[in-house]
Nanobody
Framework: QVQLVESGGGLVQAGESLRLSCVASRSGFTIRDMGWYRQAPGRERELVAT???????NYADSVKGRFVISRQNAKNTVYLQMNSLRPEDTAVYYC????????WGQGTQVTVSS
């Protein structure tokens, strides 16, 4: 079993920044893609950004140019730098890792006030 532990959420004002981190517990399996999804109240969970083992990122159109995803493979860690935050970015953010199956973190709340 792999556990993902997120940190870095919080309450900020529009235009400010936050950095999310997620650490995957050690496993005997190679971690493939890692990334972040989010779910706002009353909405389905949606992709924010993912990154391959080789560092190739993929972003949702809504966050392109504002968010940057990165990872440190040696530390089984993925980061999400969120800049120019908007109220519509308010959601619970979930870390994701693909090994032999998909694993999810418990979620961290990000609230952006206007």
């Amino acid at each position: 079993q792999v556990q993902l532990v997120e940190s870095g959420g919080g309450l900020v004002q529009a235009g400010e920044s936050l950095r999310l981190s997620c650490v995957a517990s050690r496993s005997g399996f190679t971690i493939r893609d890692m990334g972040w999804y989010r779910q706002a109240p009353g909405r389905e969970r949606e992709l924010v950004a993912t990154i391959t083992t080789g560092g190739r990122p993929n972003y949702a159109d809504s966050v392109k140019g504002r968010f940057v995803i990165s990872r440190q493979n040696a530390k089984n860690t993925v980061y999400l730098q969120m800049n120019s935050l908007r109220p519509e970015d308010t959601a619970v953010y979930y870390c994701y890792a693909h090994l032999y199956s998909a694993f999810w973190g418990q979620g961290t709340q990000v609230t952006v006030s206007s």
